[in-house]
């Protein structure tokens, strides 16, 4: 794989020296509802997303599951191995289709040792990572259910590059933490309201700036924030990351038919 080449933004900021340490690079496909991994499992491999997004998910006894995460081609999947010795912190799942490179951990750990380029960008992104699930947590406790689909909508989109995001209507559930019927109320609005539309499993996003405008202040601050440590130099010390703040929450109103995200 030459530098540069790659869509994955920790590989392709590399230099050639340090994504030799890496090499060779597997590729493999991230099939749409796939388990990547599951908490507390042994972390046998490293991804770089190049297309695609994984979910990192947290579940309860009684079999609820909320997303803290995502990656995309901006990130890393098992970077946090060592720190959490070895063994994944969360369940994980691709929940748009795609491709990604792939390294055994035992190398990706040398190539660690190796290179302080890596090493950093690693650390920011799992730093990244924390101010996600930070986030999603104050999201999950202050915001309406509407503010955090739209939020939920928009992060997808940018990860998709794409105006057109897959999803069903169960997952999207699961995602922000609310029942089905409420993701179906919430569809219905943004519908009628002319943001999105819904159609056979798919949500084309028809207005970004009137979905952002109903999104909570939790996407601004973390679109920001990776924005900021995919801009620093790579010797450069990461800047420290801001508490996420808690918001009273919106409320949400009624109006327009149930609208099919998908089943």
Not at 70 to 81: H, P
Not at 82 to 91: M, R, T
Not at 116 to 122: D, K
Not at 219 to 248: D, F, N, T, W
Request: contains cysteine; charged residues 20%; glycine residues 8%.
């Amino acid at each position: 794989m030459q530098v540069g080449a790659s869509s994955n933004q920790i590989l392709s900021g590399l230099s050639s020296a340090d994504v030799s340490l890496l090499m060779p690079l597997e590729s493999t496909e991230l099939v749409q509802g796939e388990s990547i991994l599951e908490a507390g499992e042994a972390i046998e491999r490293v991804l770089f997303p190049q297309s695609g997004v994984i979910s990192l998910i947290t579940k309860t006894q009684d079999g609820n599951a909320v997303e803290i995460g995502m990656i995309g081609s901006e990130g890393i999947l098992g970077s946090s191995a060592l720190a959490a010795a070895g063994s994944a912190i969360n369940d994980a799942v691709v929940q748009v289709s795609g491709t990604a490179h792939a390294i055994p951990r035992l190398r990706f750990e040398i190539a660690l040792a190796q290179s302080s380029s890596l090493r950093q960008r690693a650390a920011r992104f799992d730093c990244l990572l924390l101010a996600q699930a930070q986030q999603a947590a104050a999201c999950n406790a202050s915001h309406s259910a509407q503010a955090r689909v739209c939020r939920w909508l928009l992060e997808l989109r940018d990860r998709c590059n794409n105006d057109v995001v897959p999803l069903t209507q169960n997952f999207l559930a699961h995602m922000v933490g609310v029942q089905r019927t409420t993701v179906t109320l919430v569809a219905s609005r943004l519908q009628a309201l002319g943001v999105i539309r819904c159609r056979r499993g798919k949500v084309r996003i028809l207005d970004a700036a009137k979905l952002e405008h109903s999104a909570c202040e939790c996407y601004g601050r973390v679109k920001k924030l990776r924005e900021q440590l995919a801009g620093i130099p790579a010797l450069e010390q990461p800047r420290p990351i801001s508490p996420p703040v808690l918001l009273r929450a919106d409320r949400l109103g009624n109006g327009g038919a149930p609208a099919q995200v998908g089943k």
